[in-house]
Structure formats: structure tokens, C-alpha cells
């Protein structure tokens, strides 16, 4: 049987044990010395794993409880969220009231401007009204007379009447 053949009873899992196969092989006498070489060094490897395997799984263990004392880092933790938050709420408390503020102020000065622009008015309506009293007051008395210029001697007689 050639070691094709035998390979393929491998894969469909009528072959050989691994023992068997490795003597069919060996019988073959395809690089038989250097089978036994990598034999050998693959057994040195399995056996040196299994040492330390045993080796590493048999010694002495202690089971050390790891005590953490991680109480003050999350109350830490907790207190520097607090100041951020209250950090960034304060910030935009703060720019609310300066903007209120700054509005304030700008409504404060309109209205005093208002304030004063009325009072100029007024003083320019009372003004105009003082000086169509006075142009009123002087026509009233260049036009009013009590009686006309041709009867005054007939006037100057009715006053001197009611009074006898």
C-alpha cells in the first residue's frame, strides 16, 4: 500500500492508528533518518511541554485576596462630575443674568431716551404756543378797536353820559 493510498484511509477514517502509520511510513523508506530525527525532537518537545505543564499546574498556590479600596476613587470621581456640572450650570446661570442685564440696560437707556426726546417736544410745543399767544395778542390789538376812528367824539359822549 502506498502512503497516498494510506493517507486517504486516514481522511476517511479507516486508517491506521497513529503508531501504524508511522511504522508504514518508516516501512516506505522515504527519508527514514530523518523521520527519526524529527521523531525524536517532536517527542523531546511533547515531553518538556508536559513538564512544564505538570510543573506549572503542581506547585503551591496561594489565593491572595486583592483587597481594592476603590470607595474614595468613586467618591472621587463622583465629586469632580458634580463640580463639572455645576461648573457648566453656574456658567450658563451667569451668561443668562449678564444677558438680562445687558437688555435691561438698553431698555433702561431708550426710554430715557423717549424720556427726553418728549421733554424736548413739550418744551417746543409750550414754546410755539408762548409765541402764537403773543402774535395772537398783538394782532388783537392792532385790529381791535372799541369803537372806530369817525365815532370816537360820539363814544367819548356815551362815556361821559352814563356817568352824569
Known sequence: MSTKEQFEKRLDGTGLD????????MAAGDGVEQDTVL???LRNFKLSVRAWSEAAYSRPRVAQMAVRHRSW???AGWAMACVLV????SGGVIEHVHQRQAAARAAAAR???LQRERQEQMAAARQRQE???KLMTTVDTDISQEVPSAMEPLADLM??????
Open 86 to 89: 455645576a461648573g457648566s450650570v
Open 73 to 75: 476613587r468613586l467618591a
Open 18 to 25: 497513529a503508531g501504524e502509520e508511522h511504522a508504514a511510513l
Open 159 to 164: 362815556e361821559n353820559s352814563g356817568t352824569q
Open 39 to 41: 521523531e525524536q525532537a
Open 111 to 113: 426710554v430715557q431716551e
Open 131 to 133: 409765541q402764537d399767544q
